[in-house]
T-cell receptor
């Protein structure tokens, strides 16, 4: 079974600064997908960014980018030019690409609460 | 754009009662799933389906039942509610199973068992 670990329960950053959220995972699979989801106080789950394990190039979506280190099983999220609207819980998640393996679904970390200081 | 629709949004149950959380998607998605979110935790997979007539267990399936008679609907049944099932429940869907397709989530259903 896969596990996802987010070691930072809470992070704080000044508005307009850059912050990096950490995520590590454990798997024996070679093909999989990694995601970062944002959950504001409304509890809506919003996809921020995704990464295919077979792609070496790090994914980027506007102010959001990842540092994917497959050998180290690390998948950190960098938020540039932080905005007040970025304040939320951020969850790292793993999804297998192997239909012959276990259950299909997202395995989540426990989340990082991101606070934006004005 | 309806996306993934869950009902009810809030529910209070007494211990031992049964109920069904409804989930519907209008995106013709093959894959549907249910998660629960407890305080201080990420979401955990309860049950999932990779197509009509096919369901399987996730990480925390005990006390829950599902069926998938149509592509659109994936209800979650609590057979005999227990206080430990107090949680926020999310239904989610994606175009394909075991893929990098975006998984879309419903808005959540807050369930309290007293």
């Amino acid at each position: 079974a896969q596990t996802v670990t987010q070691s930072q329960p809470e992070m704080s950053v000044q508005e307009a600064e850059t912050v990096t959220l950490s995520c590590t995972y454990d798997t024996s699979e070679s093909d999989y997908y990694l995601f970062w989801y944002k959950q504001p106080p409304s509890r809506q789950m919003i996809l921020v960014i995704r990464q295919e394990a077979y792609k070496q190039q790090n994914a980027t979506e506007n102010r959001f980018s990842v540092n994917f280190q497959k050998a180290a099983k690390s998948f950190s999220l960098k938020i540039s030019d932080s905005q007040l609207g970025d304040a939320a819980m951020y969850f790292c998640a793993y999804r297998s690409a192997d239909s012959g393996g276990g259950a299909d679904g997202l395995t989540f970390g426990k989340g990082t609460h991101l606070i934006i200081q004005p | 754009n309806a996306g993934v629709t869950q009902t009810p949004k809030f529910q209070v149950l007494k211990t031992g009662q049964s109920m069904t959380l409804q989930c519907a998607q209008d995106m013709n998605h093959e894959y549907m799933s249910w998660y629960r979110q407890d305080p201080g935790m990420g979401l955990r997979l309860i049950h999932y389906s990779v197509g009509a007539g096919i369901t399987d267990q996730g990480e925390v399936p005990n006390g829950y039942n599902v069926s998938r008679s149509t592509t659109e609907d994936f209800p979650l049944r609590l057979l005999s509610a227990a206080p430990s099932q107090t949680s926020v429940y999310f239904c989610a869907s994606s175009y394909r199973a075991y893929s990098g397709n975006t998984i879309y989530f419903g808005e959540g259903s807050w369930l309290t068992v007293v």
